[in-house]
C-alpha cells in the first residue's frame, strides 16, 4: 500500500502542476496544503523503510502530503517564471552549509540507513521553506493566507485538547505527537496572532484572532510544559515590548487593559496545577535529563569535529558503546536486543554538537540567529506598516522556542520543523522585499485618501471692451 501510495502520489505531481497553471487563482488555496495537512501528519505521510520503535529524531524515509503539495507549487512557479533559486537568501545558504556540515558524520554512523533518514527530512524541510518564500513573491506578500491556515490549524487543535480534557488526559498533546510538540507550535502560532490583534485594528477579524489566541495560550497550559509555560510569557513580553517601541496609541492602550486582568484571572486558574506539575516533577526526570547531558558532552569529546552519526544517537547512548556506561552499574552485562530503549538528550543544541560535531552546532547557531537578528532590523524598517506585527512577533516567538529547545528537542520533529522554516521564509521575504511592499502601501493609502475639491477661483472684473456701448 505504500508503494501505491507513493505511485499515485508522485503521477498526481504533474496533473495537479497543470491545474495550478491554468487556474492560478487554486494557487493561494494551495498553500494552505503546507499547513492543514499537519492535523493530521501521520495520517497523510507514509514512512519507507520504517522503524517506528527506534529512538531517534527521524524513523525513516518520510513522505508526507506536504512535501508533495511544496513539490508541485514549485514545479509550478518554475514553469510560471522560470527557474527557482535552490538558496533564495543568506539564511538558507546557511541551511545548506549545515546540511552539508551532517553529511560527514556519517562515516562514524553505526547506522548509516537512519542517518539517510534525517538528511532526507532535511532536504524535504528546505523544499518547504523554497515553496512558501516563492509563493510570497509569485503573490505580492500574501502572508494572510498563511496565517488563515495557521488559525484553522489552532481551532482545530483546541477541539481535541478539549475532547482529552473531557477523557481525562491529564497533559494534553491535541493533534501532535506528544505534549511538548504541541507546546512549541502553539508557542509560535500564539505569539504571531497576539502581535496582530495587538498592532492592526481589522474590527471582525481582530476579535476572531483573539479568541485564536486564548485558544493557543489554553492549549499551551494544557501540555504543562514547564519549558512552554516559562518562556511564552517571556516571548508575550518581549513582542508587547517590540509593540510598545513601534508607537502607543488607543487601541494598544486597550487590549493592555483587557489582556492584564484576563492573563490575572488565567494565572489564578491554571496556577495550582502548575505549581503541582513542577512540584511533583520525578526526581528521576531531572537525574535522567542531567545524566544524558553528561552522555552528550563526553561524545562532543570524543568525536567532536564531526560527532557520532547524524540520528545515530539512539545507538551511541548504549552498549558497546561507553558514553552512557555512568547510567548503569551493570552496563557490561545489560543487553540491548530491541534497538534502543534509552532516550534522546532534552536539547537540541547538545544533540547536535554530539551528532553533528562542533561546527555543525556552530552553523545551526548562525542559521537561527541570521532569522532572529533580521526580526530585528525588519522592526525598525516596516515601524509604520501594517506588516509590522510579522517581524515583533517573530522576535519574541523565536526568542521563546530557541530557549524552549536549550531544554526540549521537539524542534526537530517534522511538524515543528516545518512551522519553524515557513516563519523564516516569511521573516526572508519581508527581508527582502520591503521596499516594495512599503511603497505598495503607500500608493494604497494615497489612492484610499479623499480627493479634496479645489475651491471655486474668484470672478474676474470685466474688462472695459466687454462693457456694453451706452
Not at 12 to 41: E, Y
Not at 68 to 93: E, H, N
Not at 398 to 421: G, P, R
Request: charged share 15%; with cysteine; aromatic share 14%.
Amino acid at each position: 500500500m505504500k508503494y501505491l501510495f507513493f505511485a499515485a502520489a508522485i503521477l498526481g505531481i504533474l496533473p495537479m502542476t497543470v491545474f495550478l497553471i491554468c487556474d492560478r487563482r487554486m494557487i493561494r488555496l494551495s498553500v494552505l496544503g503546507l499547513i492543514l495537512p499537519q492535523l493530521a501528519f501521520d495520517g497523510t505521510a507514509i514512512n519507507f523503510f520504517s522503524h517506528e520503535a527506534y529512538r531517534g529524531t527521524s524513523r525513516g524515509l518520510e513522505v508526507s502530503l506536504v512535501y508533495i503539495m511544496a513539490a508541485v507549487l514549485l514545479l509550478a512557479f518554475t514553469i510560471l517564471r522560470g527557474q527557482r533559486k535552490l538558496c533564495p537568501d543568506w539564511g538558507s545558504r546557511i541551511y545548506i552549509l549545515y546540511f552539508l556540515l551532517c553529511v560527514p558524520s556519517l562515516l562514524n554512523a553505526a547506522n548509516i540507513l537512519f542517518g539517510v533518514f534525517e538528511l532526507w527530512k532535511m532536504a524535504m524541510i528546505h523544499l518547504v521553506f523554497m515553496a512558501a518564500y516563492y509563493y510570497l513573491e509569485f503573490n505580492d506578500g500574501d502572508i494572510d493566507i498563511i496565517i488563515y491556515g495557521l488559525t484553522a490549524m489552532v481551532v482545530v487543535n483546541f477541539l481535541d485538547v478539549l475532547i482529552q480534557y473531557v477523557y481525562g488526559v491529564y497533559r494534553a498533546r491535541g493533534v501532535f505527537p506528544h505534549p511538548n510538540s504541541m507546546a512549541m507550535y502553539m508557542e509560535i502560532a500564539g505569539i504571531l496572532l497576539f502581535s496582530r490583534i495587538f498592532n492592526n485594528r481589522e474590527g471582525r477579524l481582530t476579535v476572531l484572532f483573539f479568541f485564536v489566541f486564548l485558544m493557543a495560550a489554553v492549549a499551551i497550559v494544557r501540555t504543562f510544559s514547564r519549558g512552554a509555560i516559562f518562556c511564552f510569557p517571556l516571548g508575550l513580553v518581549l513582542t508587547v515590548l517590540c509593540s510598545l517601541w513601534g508607537g502607543l496609541s488607543v487601541g494598544k492602550t486597550r487590549w493592555l487593559l483587557l489582556l492584564l486582568p484576563l492573563a490575572l484571572a488565567g494565572t489564578i486558574i491554571f496556577m495550582p496545577k502548575i505549581i503541582d506539575r513542577f512540584k511533583k516533577a520525578p526526581k528521576a526526570s531531572a537525574d535522567t535529563r542531567r545524566s544524558l547531558a553528561v552522555a552528550a558532552v563526553r561524545m562532543i569529546q570524543d568525536k567532536p569535529w564531526i560527532g557520532v552519526g547524524i540520528n545515530n544517537w539512539g545507538i551511541k547512548i548504549n552498549p558497546p558503546y561507553p558514553y552512557g556506561k555512568h547510567r548503569r552499574d551493570n552496563w557490561s552485562t545489560w543487553s540491548n536486543s530491541d534497538s534502543i530503549k534509552d532516550g534522546i538528550v532534552e536539547t537540541i543544541y547538545l544533540l547536535v554538537g554530539a551528532e553533528c560535531g562542533l561546527p555543525c552546532l556552530f552553523v545551526l547557531l548562525c542559521w537561527f540567529g541570521y532569522y532572529w537578528l533580521s526580526s530585528i532590523r525588519l522592526m525598525k524598517l516596516l515601524r509604520r506598516t501594517r506588516f509590522f506585527y510579522i517581524p515583533a512577533g517573530t522576535f519574541g516567538a523565536l526568542t521563546a522556542v530557541f530557549m524552549q529547545s536549550a531544554l526540549e528537542w521537539v524542534l526537530k520533529q517534522q511538524i515543528n520543523f516545518i512551522f519553524l522554516v515557513t516563519v523564516f521564509a516569511i521573516v526572508s521575504f519581508l527581508n527582502k522585499h520591503y521596499e516594495e511592499l512599503i511603497a505598495m502601501e503607500e500608493k494604497a493609502a494615497a489612492a484610499d485618501a479623499p480627493v479634496e475639491t479645489p475651491p471655486p477661483a474668484p470672478a474676474k472684473p470685466p474688462k472695459l471692451d466687454d462693457l456694453p456701448a451706452v
